[in-house]
C-alpha cells in the first residue's frame, strides 16, 4: 500500500531561522510525483513545491527546497530565513502516473516564533 | 471570483437533514475532486471527475452523492449523515492531462458540523 508519514506532528522556530520537515513514502512505482503543500490557519490549501521522481535535481522555489532521495524514499522541505507568514500545516503528498489518488500525510503544523 | 470557490463556508445540520455542498472552478480545469479532512489524519480522497466523468470512488458511503454537471462546477449532496461526517469538506481543480503530476488547486472548504 502506498503511504505516506510525516514524523513531526508540531515544530516551532524563530524567525529567520532554516527548518526542515521530514517526510517519507512508500510506492513500488517508479514514475510518480512528489508535492509539498502548505495550509494556513483558516485559509486555502497551496502548493509550496513540486518534484518529479525521474529527475534528480532538487526543486526549488525562492526560500523553499527539498531533499529528495529517491532510494530512501525521502522527500523533506527546508525553509531557509522563515518568516511569520509561513505558519501553516505542512503536507507532504505523491501520486502516481497511473492513477488520480493524491496520497497525503498527516501533516505537520510548523509555527514561526517573533 | 478567481480560483476555486466553495459554498457554504460553514454548514450544521441534523442528522436527517438532506443538503448539498457546491464548488466552481474559474480556473479552465476539465478535474475536480472532493476530499475530507479531519483533524490529524490525512487528507482522504472522496471523489475524482475528470471531463464530467467520475474516475474514482473511493468506498465512500451512499448518504454522500457527487455531480458534476459540467466541468466548472461539483456537488456534494448529503442526506441522513452521521455525527463522525464532520470534518472540512475540500474541493479542488486541475488540468487532467496523460500526466498525472499537474497541481492540483484548492477551494476553501466547508466546514461541515453534524449534530
Known amino acids: 500500500a502506498q503511504t505516506v508519514t510525516q514524523s513531526q506532528p508540531e515544530m516551532s522556530v524563530q524567525e529567520a531561522e532554516t527548518v526542515t520537515l521530514s517526510c517519507t513514502y512508500d510506492?513500488?512505482?517508479?514514475?510518480?510525483?512528489l508535492f509539498w503543500y502548505k495550509q494556513p490557519p483558516s485559509r486555502q490549501m497551496i502548493l509550496v513545491i513540486r518534484?518529479?521522481?525521474?529527475k534528480q535535481q532538487n526543486a526549488t522555489e525562492n526560500r523553499f527546497s527539498v531533499n529528495f532521495q529517491k532510494a530512501a524514499k525521502s522527500f523533506s522541505l527546508k525553509i531557509s530565513d522563515s518568516q511569520l507568514g509561513d505558519t501553516a500545516m505542512y503536507f507532504c503528498?505523491?501520486?502516481?502516473?497511473?492513477?488520480?489518488?493524491?496520497?497525503w500525510g498527516a501533516g505537520t503544523k510548523l509555527i514561526i516564533k517573533p | 471570483e478567481t480560483g476555486v470557490t466553495q459554498t457554504p463556508r460553514h454548514l450544521v445540520m441534523g442528522m436527517t437533514n438532506k443538503k448539498s455542498l457546491k464548488c466552481e472552478q474559474h480556473?479552465?480545469?476539465?478535474?475536480m475532486y472532493w476530499y475530507k479532512q479531519s483533524a490529524k489524519k490525512p487528507l482522504e480522497l472522496m471523489f475524482v471527475?475528470?471531463?464530467?466523468?467520475?474516475?474514482e470512488n473511493n468506498s465512500v458511503p451512499s448518504r454522500f452523492s457527487p455531480e458534476c454537471p459540467n466541468s466548472s462546477h461539483l456537488f456534494l449532496h448529503l442526506h441522513t449523515l452521521q455525527p463522525e461526517d464532520s470534518a472540512l469538506y475540500l474541493c479542488?481543480?486541475?488540468?487532467?492531462?496523460?500526466?498525472?503530476?499537474?497541481?492540483?488547486?484548492f477551494g476553501p472548504g466547508t466546514r461541515l458540523t453534524v449534530l
Open positions: 479542488a481543480s486541475s488540468q487532467a492531462t496523460r500526466s498525472r503530476g499537474n497541481e492540483q488547486f
Open positions: 480556473l479552465g480545469h476539465n478535474a
Open positions: 471527475y475528470s471531463l464530467e466523468e467520475r474516475v
Open positions: 510506492t513500488s512505482e517508479s514514475n510518480y510525483y
Open positions: 518534484q518529479e521522481a525521474y
Open positions: 503528498a505523491f501520486i502516481m502516473d497511473s492513477n488520480y489518488q493524491l496520497i
